[in-house]
């Protein structure tokens, strides 16, 4: 660690590295897209034969996002390490078809947290700890960390937030301070931004979008690339203002208009020679991206012969970033199998208000995804009866995984009190019970049982979609299936196909007898993968697609 002051520091500029930098700022309201817009460059840099990695900083206070209501940040994420993540890790491990790790994700309550632990040790040497600059140095220190543990030729870097925004500022200085540092030769900064249009004039307007730069510039950071989202193409004049405005290049301002699917985005921006630019700005050799895949998988999943309809029981389906995971899944599924699936968004609260499963009439699939407390838990059992009992496709993940053996527990093994622990503390029958080791845990964040563990697979369809009886898997629960009740359940038909190493816990769940039942206790939609979905959902939707031709 340099213990210099700061104006020392600005003064001894490191030698020159290899790694390429972009960094992805946000202007005018957060939303824009600068996760796409992230993800679309480093695809088509990797499509170009370069390694890309991403980075994603997210300026709250919590340390991750693990703690988290989804109706406040949408999904939480889940990677192999067993890191809460922000849901656009997601988004770039699906556009890269990467594993990330907890590096990849900076937050200023991990940056906080790792200095004050620092200063605690006195690691410091007595020295006053401010923003800047230990916490500026920490930020900059990791985004290099993450870039050089991954062994990329160019890092991606999303500053979430908006700029002018405080909690923003320290790592918009780092940003800065990054620049510095590697030369200008080797970081870029892209800064996207919002061009509206007025109802009542009809034209699209560049002022926030001036306001923006100029904020940007101010912070010392001068944007090399403008990507302007709207409803419509940039109007050449308006690409031209914006450019004039910001000083820089005709060029250098990307049209990004709405798109059918986030996927068509990377094709729109290597229309407009994206890659190129990025290329000229960071000295690289140009390369032509080769997206023909890609291409062909934007073509399938818009060009579908078929249709399915999914429903999704959730208890925050209104924000539908909080299972986009699933609806990305079903997506990919989708496409490799010819057909588009629609998704039904049914509230679990709902359910258990009406008393009754109408709205599920005339779906052809259920999911029941993961889910914490008793709200809408009910609801939840409801539809895996509802799907058990009428030889509905069901796929149950984490919670939904619980849930259908509490659903057949009650109505089957004839236990009418059976629940889970976490909903009925000392109930009668708590064929769910918290996992031994999460007993007597008080802090909530990232205390769960959490990312990939080995699952062995037994025969049956979860085998056969998998095509291996050894398979690793992200998790994130503390309850488990209660082994004392596991001989009564299988005995009666549901049987679990799938266990930990140990043969102690249980991981899959399959009915016998049925077209399609089976739920995981992990969450394989956290590795699913445009040209790779997740097994069980092409099981799912694969079923759905039978069960709807039979009638």
């Known amino acids: 660690m340099d213990h210099r002051p700061y104006r020392v520091l600005l003064t001894c500029i490191s030698p020159l590295s290899q790694m390429k930098y972009i960094i992805v700022t946000g202007g005018v309201l957060s939303g824009l897209g600068k996760g796409v817009t992230s993800s679309s460059a480093g695809l088509l840099l990797q499509c170009a034969g370069y390694k890309v990695t991403a980075v994603k900083i997210d300026p709250y206070l919590n340390v991750d996002a693990g703690t988290m209501n989804p109706y406040e940040h949408g999904e939480v994420f889940v990677m192999t390490d067993g890191a809460e993540v922000d849901l656009d890790l997601g988004n770039y491990e699906r556009f890269l078809k990467c594993n990330l790790t907890s590096d990849h994700n900076i937050t200023t309550g991990k940056v906080f947290k790792k200095v004050i632990e620092k200063e605690r040790r006195g690691d410091y040497l007595g020295q006053t700890v401010q923003i800047i600059p230990h ?15 991954a062994k990329a030729d160019v890092c991606v870097v999303e500053l979430g937030g908006t700029v002018g925004d405080i909690e923003s500022m320290p790592f918009m200085e780092a940003a800065r301070l990054l620049g510095r540092e590697e030369g200008r030769e080797n970081v870029m900064f892209i800064h996207t931004t919002l061009v509206p249009v007025l109802g009542s004039v009809g034209e699209q307007k560049t002022k926030p979008t001036q306001h923006s730069v100029k904020e940007l510039q101010g912070l010392g950071i001068r944007p090399d690339v403008i990507v302007g989202r709207s409803e419509k193409k940039l109007d050449e004049d308006i690409a031209s203002k914006i450019a004039f405005f910001a000083d820089i ?6 049209s990004a208009p709405d798109a059918k699917s986030i996927y ?35 073509d399938r999943i818009t060009n579908a012969d078929e249709e399915v309809e999914i429903a999704i029981i959730g208890k925050y389906t209104s924000l539908k970033d909080s299972y986009i995971s699933h609806e990305e899944t079903l997506r990919y599924a989708g496409a490799l199998l010819g057909c588009k699936v629609n998704i039904r968004w049914i ?3 709902d359910l258990e208000d009406s008393g009754n499963t109408d709205e599920l009439e005339g779906v052809d699939g259920v999911i029941v995804p993961g889910g914490f407390g008793s709200r809408g838990s009910e609801g939840k059992i409801m539809a895996a009866g509802w799907a058990r009992t009428n030889q509905v496709p069901y796929l149950g993940v984490c919670f939904g995984f619980q849930l259908a053996t509490v659903e057949f527990c009650r109505n089957v093994l004839g236990l009418k009190n059976a629940n889970s622990s976490e909903l009925v503390p000392d109930g009668e029958h708590s064929v769910i019970d918290i996992l031994p080791e999460q007993e007597g845990v008080k802090d909530m964040g ?20 998998y095509g291996s009886d050894v398979i690793f898997e992200r998790h994130r629960h503390r309850y488990e299936i209660n082994p004392d009740y596991i001989e009564q359940i299988e005995a009666k038909g ?7 190493s140990s043969g102690r816990r249980m991981e899959i769940l399959e009915l016998e007898g049925h077209p399609y039942f089976v739920a995981s206790q992990f969450h394989p939609e956290f590795k699913s993968r445009p040209d790779e979905p997740s097994p069980l959902h092409l099981g799912l939707v694969k079923a759905a697609l039978d069960y709807k031709k039979s009638g």
């Open 249 to 254: 290049p005709r060029e250098a301002v990307i």
């Open 347 to 349: 509230e679990a609260p």
């Open 446 to 465: 990232a205390t769960m049982r959490l990312g990939d563990h080995e699952v062995k697979v037994s025969d049956g369809k979860a085998k056969e979609l």
């Open 264 to 298: 068509e985005v990377p094709l729109i921006f290597l229309e407009q020679k994206f890659p190129e630019l990025i290329e000229k700005r960071l000295g690289l050799k140009t390369k032509k991206p080769d997206v023909k895949k890609w291409k062909d998988f934007v």
């Open 494 to 500: 549901m049987k679990y196909t799938g266990r930990n």
């Open 135 to 149: 916490i500026v140095r920490e930020i900059v220190d990791e985004i290099k960390g993450a870039a050089k543990n």
